[in-house]
């Protein structure tokens, strides 16, 4: 229920009736918000935005002017279908980025988790799935069902294949082109991807202890620089790491079906399919 007594909307702002506008949303000048919209508490959105579709905004999320929420996607197969848009809670979205609804030949709908950061220009195609804590730098371009895992960090100017997916924790480098799929805590660059070792940065912040850190890479070594078949490293290494669960998290990402393959670039190895 449109609430305008405990939110704070400008007057020169467009709301369809049929929006739901939870207590404590700010609504800045020139703003339109479509009939299926919801807006959690503590929304904000600055100017000139945007939002259509089956969307919805968690708690505290913050848009910054020009941003288009939840649009009808880039896709000559799309009709027009009832698909939807969520955005987690305390999520930024920058100046000028765009998010677009999902597709029926898809999941159905576009997810950005809770805590992320999209900044200026970011395009996120249709049905894209992002984790929590997910850093998108300036003028990234998603295709179409892109998946990036939790805490991933995406350079800026890097564009995304459709269908690719991004480990949790992975770092993507600027001005990359990621055509395969990013292991989890995987490190990559190039103008076509190159995978160049582990984001130990990242893995050093989100406090991973000395000697985890050492066996991951040591199962990172044996998976992608090692001798042999890669699916028969793959099984060696589900035995030797098994009590280890972020090498599992790994091979559990591998062994899921993938329509590009896993990126192997390590020292000349060759790609292998997912």
């Known amino acids: 229920m449109l609430n305008t007594v405990q939110s704070n909307i400008h007057p020169s702002a467009i709301i369809a009736e049929g929006a ?6 700010k609504i800045g000048p020139f703003c339109t918000v479509g009939p299926k919209v919801v807006l959690e508490e503590g929304v904000e ?6 939002i259509e579709g089956r969307t919805r905004l968690g708690a505290g999320v913050k848009l910054f002017p ?26 930024q979205i920058r100046e000028h980025a765009s998010i677009h609804r999902g597709t029926v030949t898809g ?3 576009t997810r950005i988790g809770a805590d992320c950061l999209l900044m200026a220009t970011v395009h996120v195609a249709h049905d894209c799935l992002l984790g929590d804590g997910v850093i998108i ?8 069902h892109v998946e990036i895992g939790a805490r991933a960090v995406i350079g800026g100017n890097a564009a995304l294949l459709q269908f690719v997916r991004v480990g949790a924790g992975a770092m ?3 001005l990359t082109g990621v055509t395969r799929d990013v292991i989890p805590y995987g490190r990559v660059f190039g103008t076509r991807a190159e995978l160049l070792g582990l984001n130990l940065i990242g893995l050093k912040r989100k ?13 990172y070594k044996f998976l992608f620089a090692g001798d042999g078949v890669f699916a028969e490293r793959v099984r060696a290494a589900r035995e030797t790491y098994a009590d280890a669960p ?11 079906p993938s329509r590009h393959g896993i990126l192997t670039n390590l020292a000349g190895a060759a790609d292998a399919e997912g």
């Open 207 to 219: 406090g991973l202890e000395k000697a985890e850190i050492t066996r991951l890479n040591s199962a």
């Open 246 to 256: 972020y090498v599992m998290q790994m091979l559990d990402f591998i062994a899921t």
């Open 45 to 50: 959105l600055v100017s000139h935005v945007a």
């Open 20 to 25: 739901r506008i939870a207590r404590g949303v």
């Open 66 to 91: 020009f941003c288009t929420v939840g649009l009808a996607p880039q896709d000559l197969k799309y009709k027009g279908e009832d698909t939807e848009t969520e955005i987690g809670p305390r999520t």
């Open 137 to 144: 730098s300036n003028n990234v371009a998603l295709g179409g």
């Open 172 to 174: 993507v480098g600027g």
């Open 107 to 109: 999941t159905g709908i």
